[in-house]
């Protein structure tokens, strides 16, 4: 009896240990809750790369994507071919954040790269903050009434697509205007 | 002995550095004390376990901007929390929120006492005990 009673704390120290283990894949970047789930995109006025000004809340009619990328950012580079061919192929208007970056150098990016972009809000960092963003690339897909509905943090890939945003998007189609 | 005092000159000047790179001025010193605290409990959202006051990442210096600009409008300490905690989730705030879901991360502490008494105890009962 007390063998076994000793063998307490050890068996304590496992069930926490284990506990904590749990924790690393909670704060795995992407798994971060986002409070901003089921809230109205901002009601923020602002610059687009094109040099005219749109209402960031009332600029989407439909189940898009919002795309937050930048020059500088290598993983924006890699998905942005993918953005390409989902924007054609599932005819997904994807609206862009420019996000920190130099308006010159995205203008040429886009005209080399190629545009999947229905238009390009320029983001000085304040509409990041509103979103809750903290680095580049991130992706929100946003309901045809313009509520945030997902945000993927990192690149989007095959696997994303065709795990999250596609059935996502698909079932947001579905639903009917409220 | 006068190497070291270089050495020592030296860090004492990077210190400066880093504490000068973004030095926001305020009307009133109670406000620069709240702009001390916030910035020491919210944490950078891109690193982990680095607090905004710690950490030159991009986003922590617009989120020390985003504080400096509150406490500016006459915000209050719990009014920038909340507007932190919304848009960066429970991971921006070091010291968790006392909710149901986090009563046990509270009082585990307590709860993990418990059974060390317990042992305490009977040890202490058994060895006074003749044997």
């Given amino acids: 009896m007390n063998r076994w009673l000793s063998l307490l704390p050890l068996a304590l120290f496992i069930l926490l240990a284990v506990f904590l283990a749990r924790s690393f894949t909670l704060e795995q970047a992407d798994k971060l809750p986002s409070a901003l789930l089921g809230q109205h995109l901002p009601n923020l006025t602002m610059p687009t790369l094109s040099e005219d000004k749109v209402n960031v809340r009332l600029m989407v009619k439909e189940v898009a994507l919002l795309n937050v990328w930048a020059t500088w950012c290598p993983t924006c580079l890699a998905e942005h071919r993918y953005l390409l061919e989902i924007s054609k192929k599932h005819a997904l208007p994807i609206y862009g954040v420019n ?37 580049a690339p991130e992706t929100f897909v946003i309901d045809a009434q313009g509520v945030i509905r997902y945000r993927h943090v990192g690149e989007v890939n095959e696997r994303v697509w065709s795990k999250r945003l596609y059935p996502l998007i698909m079932a947001l189609r579905k639903e009917l205007p409220q | 002995m006068m190497i070291q005092c270089f050495i020592l000159l030296f860090c004492l000047s990077l ?26 409990v919210l944490r950078c959202p891109k690193c982990l376990n680095v607090n905004l006051a710690g950490s030159d990442a991009p986003i922590a210096n617009d989120l020390r901007k985003q504080v400096y600009l509150m406490i500016k409008e006459g915000r ?31 009082f585990a502490p307590l709860l993990m006492l418990i059974p060390g008494f317990f042992l305490l105890g009977r040890k202490l009962i058994y060895s006074r005990r003749p044997k």
């Fill in chain 1, 99 to 135: 996000y920190k970056d130099d308006p010159d150098k995205a203008r040429s990016w886009l005209a080399e790269l190629g545009n999947p972009y229905v238009l390009n809000l320029q983001d000085d960092g304040s509409l990041g903050i509103e979103l809750g963003v903290y680095g």
């Fill in chain 2, 15 to 40: 210190t400066e550095l880093v504490w000068g790179l973004d030095r926001y001025e305020f009307d009133q010193p109670e406000d620069a004390d709240r702009y001390h605290r916030l910035v020491e």
């Fill in chain 2, 76 to 106: 209050n300490d719990e009014q920038i929390l909340a507007f932190m905690q919304l848009r960066y989730g429970d991971f921006i705030l070091y010291q968790p929120r006392f909710r149901p879901d986090t009563w046990l991360l509270w």
